[in-house]
C-alpha cells in the first residue's frame, strides 16, 4: 500500500540498528542522472562488457574515453539532503550500515565511514590495477589518457587498470555481497531508497532482511516488485521523505 512520508519517523524511532540499501534514485538531487532513466548515460553510451575490456584495446581505449567524457559532462558532485539524513541516523544511533548500488562516493562524502558503508557495484572516483590492486586517483589516470590516447597500465605490475567499478559481465565482489548479506542479518529496520530492484543479484539483499524478521520500507519514485511484502512503500522525494522523518535540530 502507498504510505505517505511522514510514517516513516516511528519506524526511525524504534529501530535500534537500520540498514539502508541506496540506488541511483538518492544521488539524482545531486545532478548525478539514473543511468537507466530516459536522460540516462547508457541512453548515450553503450555499455562495454568486462569480457571486451580485458580482450581488446579498442574497448578499452572506449571505456576510458566514456570515463573521461562522463567526468568533464558532469562534474564533481556534492551529497544531498538524503545522504546527509542517513549519515545523520547511522551516527546518531551508533549503529547501522549503509549498503549501496551507487559508485558516487557520496554516502562517505556526507560523513560515513567506509566501515559504514559496503558498496556492492564498486567506485568510481578511483581506479585500480586489475592484477596487483593498486589504487590510482581518477585524475591523474584521465590527465595520462588524454596524453596518450593509450590504455592505462600499472606502473607496478603493467596490469590493466580500470575504475573501481563493477562492469557488465564482470564477477560481483565476494566479500562485498557477503558483507551486505550479513548487515541485512542484523537488521531490524530495511530501507531501500531510490532502487527500482531490479539488478540482481544485489536486489534480492532486502529481501534476506525481511525472511529474517526485518521491518521493510521502500523509498522510490516507481512501484517494485517488492512493494507487496514491504512493510512501508513511499513513492515521493527521498529528501523530503527523511525532512519530515527527523527531528529539526
Known amino acids: 500500500m502507498k504510505n505517505q512520508s511522514s510514517d516513516l519517523k516511528p519506524f526511525l524511532e524504534e529501530s535500534r540498528y537500520p540498514v539502508f540499501f541506496t540506488g541511483a534514485g538518492i544521488s539524482t538531487d545531486s545532478g548525478i542522472p539514473d543511468f537507466r532513466g530516459p536522460k540516462g548515460f547508457w541512453k548515450k553510451n553503450t555499455p562495454i562488457y568486462f569480457q571486451d575490456f580485458m580482450s581488446s584495446?579498442?574497448?578499452?581505449?572506449?571505456?576510458?574515453?566514456?570515463?573521461?567524457?562522463?567526468?568533464?559532462?558532469f562534474g564533481n558532485f556534492e551529497p544531498n539532503f538524503g545522504h546527509f539524513a542517513i549519515s545523520r541516523i547511522i551516527q546518531d544511533k551508533n549503529q547501522g550500515h549503509c549498503i549501496t548500488q551507487n559508485v558516487d562516493n557520496l554516502h562517505?562524502?556526507?560523513?560515513?565511514?567506509?566501515?559504514?558503508?559496503?558498496?556492492?557495484?564498486?567506485?568510481?572516483?578511483?581506479?585500480?590495477?586489475?592484477n596487483c590492486k593498486k589504487r590510482y586517483e581518477l585524475m591523474r589516470i584521465h590527465e595520462v589518457f588524454k596524453k596518450t590516447n593509450e590504455p592505462?597500465?600499472?606502473?607496478?605490475?603493467?596490469?590493466?587498470?580500470?575504475?573501481?567499478?563493477?562492469?557488465?559481465?564482470?564477477?560481483?565482489?565476494?566479500?562485498?555481497?557477503?558483507?551486505?548479506?550479513?548487515?541485512?542479518?542484523?537488521?531490524?529496520?530495511?530501507?531501500?531508497a531510490g532502487s527500482s530492484l531490479v539488478v540482481f543479484p544485489a536486489a534480492s539483499i532486502p529481501l534476506i532482511a525481511k525472511k529474517n524478521g526485518s521491518k521493510l520500507?521502500?523509498?522510490?519514485?516507481?512501484?517494485?516488485?517488492?512493494?507487496?511484502?514491504?512493510d512501508l512503500v513511499i513513492n515521493e522525494s527521498i529528501s523530503?521523505?527523511?525532512?519530515?522523518?527527523?527531528p529539526h535540530n
Not at 572506449?62 to 573521461?68: L, R
Not at 560515513?112 to 586489475?130: I, K, W
Request: proline content about 3%; some cysteine.
Open 152 to 192: 592505462p597500465k600499472c606502473d607496478e605490475c603493467n596490469g590493466l587498470i580500470k575504475t573501481a567499478t563493477i562492469s557488465f559481465g564482470q564477477p560481483m565482489p565476494e566479500l562485498e555481497m557477503d558483507r551486505a548479506q550479513q548487515e541485512a542479518l542484523k537488521a531490524d529496520l530495511f530501507i531501500v
Open 57 to 73: 584495446k579498442e574497448m578499452q581505449i572506449k571505456y576510458w574515453e566514456q570515463s573521461v567524457n562522463f567526468k568533464s559532462n
Open 108 to 130: 562517505q562524502n556526507s560523513g560515513l565511514s567506509d566501515d559504514q558503508v559496503t558498496e556492492v557495484h564498486g567506485n568510481a572516483t578511483y581506479a585500480v590495477c586489475l
Open 240 to 246: 523530503e521523505t527523511f525532512r519530515l522523518s527527523l
Open 217 to 230: 520500507i521502500i523509498i522510490n519514485n516507481e512501484a517494485t516488485d517488492f512493494d507487496q511484502i514491504a
